[in-house]
């Protein structure tokens, strides 16, 4: 058993149904799993009990239910003081929420809920079992009105993708995980992503060793966005990075705070890896068919997006384009508008979502928020289970996309998927602070990783 998060490698996820086959194979092999199950709850619960108090077991009529009263008998063994039911102890140290779990398949009914209400209100903390109860393992969002909010989750035996993307991380508290000592027999379902390294550099490697990135967008009034994304590119490594302001002189820098950024266009710089949209306004849509047409890697984010949900032309341009050239990275909103759908539909099933989008236009995609989901076609979606709330600031997306563009720079012949796997990461592990950051100081916390 270990702490989940940061994670140092990729790993494997599985969703209800592939859990569901593998628990079924251990148990025939393993009759004892429950028991096993049952101690790595009651070791836990020993390791963040403070008190004398009561460890509160409220258990469910299922296999979670089973491994929270397995639980109890552990700690009861030790000589912990052991609450079993769904109404509240007197001043309990420790709730263990053993009630729903991978079980879950509707919204939990009334008397559920009263007893989710009563754990999540008795002050002690939570430690969920598996999942926090009235959460759907497959995609993070609660099955009804309510799910428990824990401080602790231990999930056994396979990692489900709730527990990272949608409202999953804002549930579970600190993840940990104990795979009861058996191997996943099957292939993943989604993979967790975990840090890789940044490009090296060759001894005799100069400027144009590192590739080249055109920004398209800084719309006036927007010049910030297209700096941003630009800024990135350069701290990430690329050798040249290139503005094209749209609407400005071509006597406006590219970036007075940076020189080393220039100016530039498609017909100078038809190689070049394009960041299309940051800033851009309405403005870009009608250079984006030549911009599409020309380009031979392209990340398309913001106004690009927009342009692109808007008009069916510029959409057969994304389905034409070459396989694993196209990387999409839009926010929630930008996705339903692609789709078509209302937002809150779509963040009802992430992972589904961002699948949709890549089969529809052939591309690989970043569907942005809390557990970032890269899907491309013909390959296992991804998750990253980096970042926090600090990203969510003005520019933070810009410089993703920048970032993405820097990456893609220096690693011509890595496909889109490989490039958002990598990109979106790093961007996530750079916001993990406690403190709100601003876009230009995520560039430098991005930069500094090793």
């Known amino acids: 058993m270990h702490p989940l998060l940061p994670t140092t490698s990729s790993l494997p996820l599985f969703d209800v149904a592939a859990s569901r086959r593998i628990e079924a194979r251990a148990l025939s092999h393993s009759p004892d799993l429950m028991e096993r199950a049952g101690l790595a709850i009651a070791k836990l619960a020993l390791a963040l009990r403070r008190g004398d108090g009561p ?75 598996d999942l926090p109860s009235g959460l759907l393992a497959d995609t993070g969002q609660p099955a009804g009105e309510r799910a428990v909010r824990a401080d602790h989750t231990l999930t056994l035996l396979t990692l489900k993708p709730g527990l990272f993307t949608g409202e999953g991380r804002a549930h579970c508290g600190r993840i940990w995980f104990d795979d009861l000592g058996i191997g996943p027999d099957e292939a993943p379902t989604a993979d967790l992503l975990g840090p890789t390294a940044r490009p090296g550099r060759s001894p005799t490697s100069h400027k144009g060793s590192h590739g080249q990135v055109l920004v398209v967008g800084g719309a006036p009034g927007m010049q910030g966005a297209a700096r941003l994304a630009a800024r990135a590119a350069l701290a990430c490594g690329a050798g040249r990075v290139y503005v094209d302001l749209l609407g400005q002189t071509a006597s406006e820098p590219a970036d007075p705070g940076r020189p080393e950024l220039m100016r530039g266009t498609l017909a100078e710089l038809p190689q070049a890896v394009g960041v299309l949209g940051c800033g851009a306004g309405p403005g870009l849509a009608g250079a984006l068919p030549d911009l599409l047409h020309q380009l031979p890697r392209v990340i398309v984010d913001a106004d690009a997006l927009n342009a692109i949900a808007a008009d069916h032309g510029l959409q057969a341009l994304l389905r034409a384009r070459s396989p694993g050239s196209t990387l999409l990275t839009p926010h929630p909103l930008e996705a339903a508008r692609l789709l078509g759908r209302d937002t809150t539909i779509l963040q009802t099933d992430r992972l589904a979502a961002a699948q949709d989008l890549a089969t529809r236009f052939g591309c690989s995609i970043v569907l942005k928020g809390s557990g970032s989901i890269v899907a491309s076609p013909g390959e296992r979606p991804a998750i990253c289970a980096s970042g926090g709330p600090a990203l969510a600031t003005a520019g933070s997306g810009d410089v993703l996309a920048g970032w993405l563009g820097g990456l893609w720079a220096q690693q011509s012949t890595s496909s889109a998927h490989v490039i958002a796997c990598a990109g979106v990461d790093a961007h996530g592990r750079a916001g993990e602070t406690g403190q709100v950051l601003r876009a230009g100081d995520l560039i430098a916390r991005l930069a500094a990783q090793r």
């Open 55 to 129: 460890v509160w077991v409220a258990c469910g009529p299922g296999n979670n239910g089973g491994d929270g009263r397995v639980a109890a008998r552990w700690l009861a063994q030790h000589g912990v003081p052991v609450h079993i039911g769904h109404d509240a102890p007197s001043h309990p140290t420790l709730v263990i929420d053993a009630l729903l779990g991978l079980g879950l398949n509707r919204a939990p009914d009334n008397e559920l809920l009263t007893t989710m209400a009563a754990m999540q209100a008795c002050g002690a903390p939570i430690l969920s079992v």
